[in-house]
């Protein structure tokens, strides 16, 4: 499986429930590239947020008694949105911190045995379709590329990781997998 990329020691690794020294620095690397992804994107939702309060703030507004409250109603949900996505970057940026301080050298792997079946679905928004595998009574996300290297209905021992979320729908990882012969 070369959309995986592991290898023959990472798999018997992976089998004790551990990961290699490789695969922990693939994993820190991706887990900091996400954090710069999810931070860059918070930034630029705030920059528009600070555009939309300039421009409503500035535009010489009628400010009779009637447009007064809708002014400052529209004013006030840009400000709660602000604070909530700076609150949601800095609870992740935590969240990343501990993670990569503490928790890649803890993590356990997990076998999931059993047929593939294949699935996918929007998100919670109905723009970007997620993939995902199911075996073994779990449910794991991974990227199109990764679910065409599997073969529905034939069995499989997934070998994947939980760590926090790289974003709402991401939870777990697979590390590595093996084809079980029939």
Known sequence: MVVLKFTIQDLELNKQGELSQIQIQNLQRHTIEENQRFRKMNKLGIIIIFIVLFVNFFRKPDLSFQNIGQYLLGSAIFLALFYYIQWQTDSMKRTYKNFLANG???????????????????????????????????????????????????????????????????????????????
């Open 104 to 182: 890649i050298q803890n993590v356990q792997v997990k076998c999931f045995n059993g047929k593939v079946k294949f699935g996918f679905g929007r998100d919670r928004f109905g723009i970007i379709i997620n993939y995902f595998i199911k075996i073994g009574g779990a449910k794991i996300p991974v990227s199109q590329e990764i679910q065409a290297a599997f073969e529905e209905g034939k069995n499989y021992n997934i070998y994947a990781i939980e760590f926090p979320p790289l974003n709402y729908y991401v939870k777990q990882a697979i590390v590595s997998a093996e084809k079980i012969s029939e």
